[in-house]
């Protein structure tokens, strides 16, 4: 037993006092430091939704064909990094005291432990400072963008992460245009002899009689790589096209694409690049009758069939 202050205290209240005094530090220490990284990781991870984020974009022309005539829809989001946590124990502190038989002397010893105690605890607590500062420095980035904007076909090229600094986040994003859309693509061709000059542009098929009498189409075949197809305006009588001396029938192309046709007009997707080692052969077959102005004598027959072979990219260029 031992006398503190006229009371008296046995040896097996004083260890238990004693042992209670270091459990209530080792507690509080590893409470507070588990407290403290729980608040920091849960404050970087619900950041990530409201952290502002400045977006810049550097965009590489890969096609060749690129206006700088859309937007960018691009759709940023942060993903917090997993962060290891870290545990901190002080009970070795608890058994270092136990380890001592209860004396006189076990207070003063109690006290130098709850000095250890707390320095490691200070410690520690930059340590984890620390380590979470550097921990809570950077999020995941994940970018969304369509692979088809406006006629281009893109692709973004994302950095994995992205550094938080005093002024936000800034984050550098690389939109490659790989190439582009052109639909339609139909070219200029003129071809003529002397009974008939043809010129056909995007959107019409005009056919100018240069003979001295009636000329009467009678089949029109449209013409693009191996593909054929068949040209008669349903006006016309017998599916045959009359034209006088000197004058022009125009006929509308629009009305008859489709088919194989369409397939070999429709430029998909492509880069200049591509479009360079490409060709068009395009062209009509135009089988055609000069009618006689002595109706005794026999009709003339002619023909204008011809391919011309047109470089895709020049075709592109000139639209």
Known sequence: KRVLSGETETLEALEARLTAKLKTSQTYYETSLASTQKKIVDGYINAADRAPVNVSKQVIDKSGYFNYDVEW???????????????????????????????????????????????????????????????????????????????????????????????????????????????????????YNNDLTVVADSKTLSLENNSQATISIERIEWLANGAAQSISRKTDRDMILAIAQGQTAEISLADFVGGDIEKELDISYLSRRQALRKYLDYGFNISYQIESEDKDLPKSFGQINRKNRYNLNEILMSR
């Open 73 to 191: 829809p691009v759709k940023v989001t942060l993903k917090p990094v997993p962060i290891n946590a870290l545990t901190f124990q002080y009970d070795h502190y608890l058994d270092e005291f136990k380890a001592y038989k209860v004396t006189d002397a076990s207070e003063p010893l109690a006290n130098l432990t709850l000095s250890k105690m707390k320095k490691q605890y200070q410690k520690d607590r930059l340590s984890l400072g620390r380590y979470l500062k550097k921990a809570t420095q950077a999020y995941g980035v994940a970018c969304e963008l369509p692979e088809f904007v406006g006629d281009y076909k893109v692709s973004v090229r994302c950095p994995d992460y992205a550094q938080i600094s005093t002024d936000g986040i800034a984050l550098e994003l690389t939109v490659e245009v790989v190439a582009k859309r052109f639909g339609l693509t139909i070219p200029r061709y003129t071809n």
